[in-house]
């Protein structure tokens, strides 16, 4: 089995910045690509951004130039840094990992202010 543990969100003024953790323990051996989804209310889940093994990155156009997503193989992390965030930006976050299937956190609440 494989556990995710997310960190970092909060409420935040627009403009302002977070930045989402999350840790993945467990029954570990290789992991394929981690990722970041959200959901905002009355919405379909998206992708925000993934990141593989070795370093390849997808981002929503929407969040292009103001997100960056990085991983510490070394520590099974992935980390969403997020930047001029909008109102429109305000969603609960879902950190995602693939190994031999995905796994999903429960989500962590990201509010922005406008």
């Known amino acids: 089995q494989v556990q995710l543990v997310e960190s970092g969100g909060g409420l935040v003024q627009a403009g302002g910045s977070l930045r989402l953790s999350c840790a993945a323990s467990?029954?570990?051996?290789?992991?394929?690509?981690m990722g970041w989804y959200r959901q905002a209310p009355g919405n379909e889940r998206e992708l925000v951004a993934r990141i593989t093994s070795d370093g390849n990155t997808n981002y929503a156009d929407s969040v292009k130039g103001r997100f960056t997503i990085s991983r510490n193989n070394a520590k099974n992390t992935v980390y969403l840094q997020m930047n001029s965030l909008k109102p429109e930006d305000t969603a609960v976050y879902y950190c995602?990992?693939?190994?031999?299937?995905?796994?999903w956190g429960k989500g962590t609440l990201v509010t922005v202010s406008s």
């Open positions: 467990g029954s570990i051996f290789s992991i394929n690509f």
């Open positions: 995602i990992v693939f190994i031999s299937r995905d796994y």
